[in-house]
Every structure is written in C-alpha cells, then in structure tokens.
C-alpha cells in the first residue's frame, strides 16, 4: 500500500472514532439525565427562591421556579397547622345499618358460598379398637361371638391404612425399612423391620 491510501484510511478511521466518540457522550447525557428524573430529588422546588430562574430552548424561554418563587415573595410565614380532630361514631349505628339492610322485606338467604382449600396433616397414629359381642348360654357352656373385623394379617396389629404406609413409602418415596422404623418409633409405634417367622 502507498502512502496517500493509508492517511485517508487513518483519517477515515479517525472520524469514525470521533463519531463514536460523540454517540458515546450523547448516550452518556441522555443516561444522566434519565438517572436525575428516576432518581433525583422528589420536590420540583428549585435551589434559589430569590430568582426566577428560565432558559431558552427552541427560541422560547421556559420558566423553571416561577411559582415558587412567587409565593415566597407573596407571605414568608407558613401556615398554621389546625389540629384535626376525629369524628366521634354514634353507639348503635352498625346494628341500625344492619336492620335497614336485612330487615323485613330486606333480602332473603341464599345458598352460602363454598370455598375449599386443601390442609394437610402430618402422619399421625390412632389405635383402631374394635368392640366384639360375646355370649355365653345361661344354661350351657355355649359361647356365640359376633363376626370380627377382617384382618390384613392374622394375628397382626397392623391395619391396612399401616400397611398402606409403609408400602407407599418403601415402594414409591424408596424410603428403606429402617429409616420406617425410627419413624414410626418417634410417634411412638414400635414397629419392627423384621417379619416374625
């Protein structure tokens, strides 16, 4: 390459800095100022009440503080401040309210709204007593006994709701027996890991 090409691509290249340059601090304004309005000062009193303060923009003079500085030259005392009071509520006015509305010839009921909402209760043990009849003939050795409840295991305290549990957590939460164990044990049931043989 000559010489005269490279001094115009180095001015050119200049120029294009010192327009990216110039963007650069427009933008940089233009952010300051966005800052100043979002995060300035909340009042739009300006600092000199002596003055109006004004400048021009577009061939126009725009006044900045004109009204305040007005009314500090109209009255330098501030205004009293009236105590307020609270007004008093007249005993009985709610009950009033209320027999005017629902009063006779008011409204009549309609069905109340339901609203449900899901509780939950964390794991709890409840021992399941079954009462079973008992007779024994008065005059022989005859004993009759009403049908008791069917059991998931015979012989087993455990209920179907227990083994339910259980299942659930070792087949689908992978909770091993163990860990069941010390569970059950903190609320009190003892429950062992092994099956009696």
Same mark, same amino acid.
């Given at each position: 390459?000559?010489?005269?090409?490279?001094?115009?691509?180095?001015?050119?290249?200049?120029?294009?800095?010192?327009?990216?340059?110039?963007?650069?601090?427009?933008?940089?304004?233009?952010?300051? @100022?966005?800052?100043?309005?979002?995060?300035?000062?909340?009042?739009?009193?300006?600092?000199?009440?002596?003055?109006?303060?004004?400048?021009?923009? @577009?061939?126009?003079?725009?006044?900045?503080?004109?009204?305040?500085?007005?009314?500090?030259?109209? @009255?330098?005392?501030? $205004?009293?401040?009236?105590?307020?009071?609270? $007004?008093?509520?007249?005993?009985?006015?709610?009950?009033? @309210?209320?027999?005017?509305?629902?009063?006779?010839?008011?409204?009549?009921?309609?069905? #109340?709204?339901?609203?449900?909402?899901?509780?939950?209760?964390?794991?709890?043990?409840?021992?399941?007593?079954?009462?079973?009849?008992?007779?024994?003939?008065?005059?022989? #050795?005859?004993?009759?006994?009403?049908?008791? $409840?069917?059991?998931?295991?015979?012989?087993? $305290?455990?209920?179907?709701?227990?083994?339910?549990?259980?299942?659930?957590?070792?087949?689908?939460?992978?909770?091993?027996?163990?860990?069941?164990?010390?569970?059950?044990?903190?609320?009190?049931?003892?429950?062992?890991?092994?099956?009696?043989?």
């Amino acid at each position: 390459m000559t010489r005269k090409p490279l001094i115009q691509l180095f001015l050119s290249r200049q120029e294009q800095l010192e327009n990216i340059d110039h963007n650069l601090q427009l933008v940089l304004e233009q952010l300051a @100022d966005l800052k100043r309005h979002r995060f300035g000062r909340s009042s739009e009193r300006h600092e000199s009440d002596e003055q109006i303060s004004f400048m021009e923009v @577009d061939g126009k003079i725009v006044f900045f503080n004109e009204s305040e500085a007005v009314a500090a030259e109209d @009255d330098g005392a501030e $205004p009293e401040a009236v105590p307020r009071r609270k $007004p008093k509520k007249k005993q009985g006015k709610r009950e009033e @309210d209320l027999a005017a509305r629902f009063g006779e010839g008011g409204f009549k009921r309609l069905p #109340d709204e339901v609203y449900r909402r899901y509780g939950f209760t964390p794991a709890k043990v409840e021992v399941e007593e079954h009462h079973v009849k008992v007779y024994a003939g008065k005059k022989t #050795d005859e004993i009759v006994k009403a049908p008791h $409840p069917e059991c998931l295991l015979r012989g087993s $305290p455990v209920s179907p709701s227990l083994e339910a549990a259980v299942m659930n957590a070792k087949y689908v939460n992978a909770v091993p027996l163990y860990r069941q164990e010390q569970e059950f044990e903190r609320y009190g049931l003892p429950v062992s890991e092994s099956v009696p043989g």
